[in-house]
């Protein structure tokens, strides 16, 4: 018997137990939507952000987003020369004009969300700008366009999913942290330990 | 692992005289989570969210064959691989098979209780592969070798001490390090292991049938890590974990954190749909999926234990459960423990190995408050004490004890006279030797009984 036909066979024979399982029981009907109800607007998304551990800067009117961009950087990076990771396709006027490296050396990552949602304060980032400027660095900028903030996290997803969910999606909220050693809060643990959310 | 529910009652006492401060480090971690869930549910409708996932859950559980079958279809449109694994042996052998065929040598791992059921580390390793655990307190357990004590906090159980005892040995840092110096030793190290590794293994917190999408949820980004940098994805899924459509996704996410951790949700969530095609996308380049049933359609076959497969593996029950709180879950004797534990095991494992676990319980009810899909866990213990009645599985204490009160309450002359001389005899030695009662009073004060019989208040009323 090749593993193909014992592969066929387990699924079948699984799907077969289920169906035994619930012969007899009645399908019960799915609820429908449920009503998360949340607010919207700049000002929502930034206390819940806040409230996860990460820091909302809005772009001054006039100025131009790269140097602004530069600017913050110079206060929140802790280095003689800091490094940026770029994510693919984020557009050239909103690089800082610092020196760029790979994302595994890099000090700062730049990605653009494609949207976000006031209700958990969460970031929707395409895998297709590259996971790895999401992930490696100890400090994540995230340019958001204003137009983009859902109230609703199932809002945010829905936009989402007709911009189309590709192979993945990340969503973020925060910092990473743990609180696996002795209950004390560590931020930066695998992910970035700083997120910045730079708002268009 | 291996089973040892069987022998909880030596398991539970063992932890409490030897080793006293898990109880005391189990008892502050799960008062704070539980404390971070009860705000948390505050700040929404608890109670339409909790009956909205209730619903979602059966429905889905109701028509699991037809969501199974469409979730296979569009994964595999996504260009994932869908494998179905019967059994543990089955599933185990999935994956070592696939890295063994694409030369894996090394595997990162998120953090996933189903394959500490499956025991998969163990199976890799046989081959010769390497194995990782990048979650903080997995990573901490994997190189004390024990198995995880919590759903969500696989290491409450272990003091900040105790790590940094760990890390001065293993990893070199101070002997008095803190807990961020310790948790930058880790990252340090891990940060290699997920450079080199070929393969990253994770488990799933919701499979969507309409998508074909994978969600995890995590705080570290060491899951978006494993099922990112790797060329090869590998994924374990319970054949309970699927959501009807996208649209419910966005309840669950939140619902599951704010049970969990009081967080309105995860810091990172991980929506996989397959591998990596697009440019830009420096995802892996295979995706596989492997359904595990490993009991599960035993479970959905019991009419009334069925309703344990809603559950999220979220550890709210857990945190509020007075009894898990004593000795954390390494007493239960297997991967699943607390008030959840308690009634899935006997599901999966059969009543013959676990019977002691439904009756760890006080059956206060606090579980199933606190559980965002609603899982009657109280009465599934009742069912399962049931049953282990039913075939002479109860522990030995509580046969002999059910069997004298069984005696006397259908003698009623013996009960009323019991009735009255019962509170005469508290406090003293013959009270604490009461079989029923010795369990407790061994390592408590006995509670006072009132010093008038319940059928006298009873008959003058109450409160009046």
Redesign the interface.
Known sequence: MSAARD?TT??D???S??????SG???????G??D?QGEGGVGALSS?LE??GARVERLEPGAAPGEWLSHLLERLVHEREPSIAV???VPARLIPPLPSAPP?EASVGISVAWGAAA????LVLP??????V???VPLHVVWLEKEHIHA???DA??ST?QRG????????????????????L?T?????GQLVVAVL | MDVRSRDYADLARTIIEDTPGVRKAVSGATAAFDAARRRAYAEIDAEAWRRWAEGVKNHVLTHLDQYLEEAEARLQENGAKVHWAGNAQEARHIVAELAQARGVRSVVKGKSMLTEEIELNPALEERGIHVYETDLGEYILQLLDEAPSHILGPAIHRSLEDVQALFADRLGTAADALPDDLAAAARTELRARFQEADMGVSGGNFLVAETGTLALIENEGNIRLTTSLPRIHVALVGIEKLLPTFGDLAGFLQLTARAGTGQAIGCFVSLIQGPATAPGDDGPEEVHIVLVDNGRTDVLADEHAWETLRCVRCGACLNTCPVYKQTGGHAYGWVYSGPIGAVLDPGLLGLEQTAPLPFASSLCGACFDACPVRIPIPDLLLHWRRAAQARGLTPLSERAGLKAFTAMATRPALYRYLGRVGPRLAGSSLFRRLPVLSGWTEHREPPEPSPRRFRDLWSEGIGE
């Open positions: 592969a387990t699924r024979e699984i799907l137990r289920v169906r035994s399982a619930l029981r009645t399908g019960l009907p799915h609820p939507p449920l998360t819940r409230r996860n994510g693919h396709g595994e209700e958990t304060g969460t895998a297709t700008e590259g996971r790895r999401q992930l490696l609703r996290l199932g997803l829905d999913r969910l590709g192979a993945a999606v990340g969503l973020h909220s925060g910092p990473s942290k743990s609180a696996d050693i002795g209950r004390t560590v930066g643990v695998h992910g970035p």
